[in-house]
């Protein structure tokens, strides 16, 4: 599960130096995380099942650094820096990226968790996290598949 601590941090840093400095767009690196694409969405399904597989099998935490790294950090910088420079169609971007990353991340991760037979260890708490999954799973499900259209309507337009 992703929490709002990390992100938020390089959020406001960011927005900071993007409030203070002059950003320059002609970075390709920059640019880059305000267009969200289907290849985007893959990586960040590859990150979270890492992830995942990482914590599951105790092979290596350093994995989940790896998966922030790489699908959440680039585009809260840039959403970060956008938003302090005032480019609000750009930032508008980078916020659907990191939104679909986050949500890929975690619906991968909790299908990874769910194939490697992760389970409470009661039957009374089984019982209860069945209902839970399942509501998690619908959720993260129907969240990609909007964002999803919204990232087909960008590239659209």
Known sequence: MVT???????????????????????S??????????????AIALASGAAAALSLVTG???????VMVAVALLPPTAALGLFVGAGETSLAMGALLLLAVNIVSANLSAQTVLFWRGVRPRTFYEEKEARNGRIVA???WFVTLAVLAGFMWWRLQT
């Open 4 to 26: 709002p601590k990390g992100p938020g941090i390089a959020f406001g840093f960011s927005m900071l130096i993007g409030f203070v400095w002059p950003l320059n767009m002609e």
């Open 28 to 41: 390709g690196e920059l640019t880059e995380r305000a267009h969200v694409n289907f290849g985007g969405m």
């Open 59 to 65: 092979v290596s935490s350093a994995l989940v650094g």
């Open 137 to 139: 799973a619908v959720f």
